[in-house]
């Protein structure tokens, strides 16, 4: 097959929230350009696109699918990402390899939470953007009203590009703008498109002013510079079931969407962010190339989709890691077609392909050649949502552990981690269905299954007030004694500040050698606290004075003084319990804002402030975290799906004395239990 020159080239990343039809669309572009055979169904799980056993059981997309079509005279990579906010970490990446975001909106539903999403990160990328307003066939859609709802989110710069006959079942026929006599003239929709075209292009404007009209090749030469700089954002309505509007929508991607060759990767040296500059993409530069999806093949092993920003790469060659600095050797290039691959012998500028095997390749990787300079890291969120878990059957603790992290390797908004302070292996996502979805994959793939529980809150113990006292142990059992007497005083640090130990002996009543002893015993005794046995924090431990024995007193026995020591003092100093408090940024219609905060300030929350994103308002508050521990199905069934939250620790406080009195009798009911 003959290599496709850049120019004709088109990545073009369809996002928008589940449901507004955009794997339907990939679909009805590839049947236009012959690649499949007949339109997939969803219900049936045929669509090139969502592939997985995962995706089929849930009936939406897990991960970003990549396709591709020759059509209209060009080759078209199609980037469907998912569009559940649980799964947002393949969308942004998705994003990542496109040069053209098409925002699908369904016409029924129109503007939804991951569409918001969808177009902020799309702008952030500096992405050219359509919009694509689906299932404009739907009963009782009122296209006017579609088309306004979406030019309020996203602004006047969004123009439609096509105009329909009738609406919703009796929708007929959809006609590009540009190509219809009938829109000729006036204020119409072709003047509109005009209008946003001339934002792109002062000295076109300057002229148009003068003259009052632009000739079509000024007008053809204008578009696609107007799209690229984000000036304009077409609008198309269509319904890709049927086929109507999906052939206009091509001819638009390929006429006026940017090829790689027109866009500039923004790029820094390694380390140092904020001195970005851009690149001049051609085949012949110096190769650079993003991992923006890593999964697994039951057959293949590991799979990294790269899509190529500048320059070549052959298979059988080598490219630097950045995030190592060293070579990998990539010995085979495959050409993604959904859930099939096609052998290629190399990769150029703006072609998306899969380095299998690539052992060393994380999701948002870069590989370079002789230029270091890289593209700035993914903006993933943090995951949210956590579960403890362990492995079913015995001695599985290492195939678990293993699998994890290949898992977490496939998807950055997935972790696992073992808690230092509970001890538990926790797994964390963006929300139940997330983990329920990697749990599910950890079976298939791997045949591995685990327990899960809520996690542990990792609490924490200090001290109050001051307390000194001294601990003598002495032991003779025949033979060599063990004798060490520690004098302890222990007072309260600035919250956050840790543990510091003092040593205050004077005219050597204690050895030197003894006193790492001592502070040895102290730290062993902080590891369990006397409120509920959780590890002590945020004090100071002075010894003062001590005694020892010529033949007695050694190591061991000034460990255990300075252990037991610190317990007997620690229980006089007034010991509290201490919680962790999350920063949470709760974003929602603002419909709900009295819900929301109501249900925040019933969880012991502290509103600390708000704001405004779009028509969206944010929330934020300081909340214990043992409060939220659920709050991604609490907003979900609070907002009906439409809010989301950002959260992370903030600093630890004294649990209330009647809370901690709950804890702690239920920590002990446990106890006793097991």
């Known amino acids: 097959m003959a290599k496709t020159p850049p120019a004709e080239l088109r990545n073009v990343a369809l996002a928008g929230h589940a449901g507004s039809g955009k794997t339907i669309l990939a ?15 969803i219900a049936d799980g045929t669509t090139a696109g969502d592939y997985e056993k995962e995706e089929k ?16 005279g060009a080759e078209i990579n199609l980037i469907d990402t998912p569009g559940q906010s649980e799964f947002q970490g393949g969308m942004i990446s998705g994003l990542a390899a496109g040069d053209l975001a098409v925002i699908c909106v369904n016409a029924a539903r129109g503007v939804e939470l991951v569409t918001r999403k969808a177009w902020e990160y799309a702008e952030g990328y500096g992405l050219a953007r359509f919009v694509a307003l689906t299932r404009a066939d739907a009963e009782n859609v009122n296209l006017a009203e579609a088309v306004a709802q979406v030019r309020k989110a996203f602004g006047s710069r969004v123009v439609p590009f096509v105009r329909t006959e009738g609406e919703g079942p009796s929708l007929a026929a959809v006609r590009a703008i540009l190509a219809d006599p009938a829109a000729e003239g ?17 000295a076109l404007m300057e002229k148009y002013l003068e003259s009052g009209s632009l000739d079509d090749g000024e007008l053809a030469a204008l578009l696609p510079k107007a799209v690229r700089s984000g000036a304009l954002v077409p609008l198309f309505v269509l319904s890709a079931e049927k086929d109507l509007g999906v052939a206009e929508l091509i001819d638009a991607v390929v006429r006026y969407a940017p090829s790689p060759l027109d866009v500039r990767p923004a790029v820094a040296p390694p380390g140092q962010p904020g001195d970005r500059q851009t690149v001049e993409p051609s085949a012949d530069g110096p190769f650079l190339a993003r991992v923006f999806k890593v999964t697994s093949d039951a057959h293949v092993g590991k799979l990294c989709y790269l899509r190529v920003l500048n320059g070549r790469l052959e298979a059988k060659g080598q490219a630097i890691l950045s995030s190592t600095g060293r070579p990998e050797r990539v010995n085979q290039l495959l050409r993604p077609q959904g859930d099939r691959r096609e052998e290629t012998p190399e990769a150029c500028v703006g ?12 999701l948002g990787d870069t590989l370079h050649g002789s230029d270091p300079r890289i593209p700035p890291p993914l903006p993933l969120p943090s995951p949210m949502c956590g579960l403890a878990v362990s492995p079913k059957a015995r001695g599985d603790e290492q195939k678990l552990g293993t699998n994890m992290h290949r898992l977490a390797d496939e998807d950055a908004t997935f972790a696992f981690t073992r808690d230092e302070h509970t001890g538990e292996q926790l797994i964390r996502g963006m929300g139940m269905v997330h983990l329920d ?28 007030r001051p307390a000194e006292g001294s601990y003598r142990h002495k032991k003779q ?26 040593d205050a002996i004077v005219g050597g009543v204690i050895s030197g050698p003894f006193i790492p002893s001592v502070e040895k015993g102290v730290r062993k005794g902080m590891e369990r606290g006397p409120v509920a046995g959780f590890p002590v924090v945020d004090l100071t431990v002075e010894l003062f004075f001590g005694k020892e024995h010529p033949v007695d007193s050694k190591d061991i026995a000034f460990q255990i003084a300075g252990e037991m020591g610190f317990k007997e003092i620690v229980a006089q100093a007034k010991p509290v319990l201490l919680e962790p408090i999350a920063n949470m ?10 819900d929301i905060s109501g249900d925040i300030s019933g969880r012991r929350g502290r509103p600390t402030g708000t704001d405004q994103l779009g028509d969206m308002q944010v929330l934020k508050a300081q909340v214990p975290l043992a409060e939220v521990a659920d709050y991604s199905s609490t907003i979900k069934a609070i907002t009906q799906g439409e809010g989301f939250f950002s959260m992370a620790l903030s600093h630890y406080e004294p649990v209330p004395g009647n809370i901690a009195s709950h804890v702690v009798a239920k920590l002990r009911e446990q106890s006793e239990a097991k």
């Open 477 to 502: 059992t025949g033979g060599s004694g063990q004798f060490a007497e520690v004098h302890l005083r222990l007072k309260p640090a600035e919250r956050g500040k840790g543990f510091e130990f003092v």
């Open 27 to 41: 679909d009805a572009i590839l049947l236009r350009g012959k690649a499949i055979g007949r339109l997939g169904s």
């Open 351 to 362: 072609d998306i392909v899969v380095a299998p095997k690539v052992e060393n390749l994380r």
């Open 437 to 464: 979805v990697m749990l599910a994959r950890l079976k298939s793939r791997y045949g591995l299954e685990v327990n899960t529980a809520p996690p542990k809150i990792p609490y924490l113990e200090t001290v109050t």
């Open 186 to 202: 006036g204020a119409g929709p072709r003047q509109a498109i005009i209008d946003g075209a001339l934002e792109a292009d002062e």
């Open 585 to 594: 940024e709760i974003v929602f219609p603002g419909r709900y804002f009295g």
């Open 57 to 72: 059981q849930y009936g939406y997309s897990l991960s970003a699918a990549v396709t591709h079509a020759r059509v209209a």
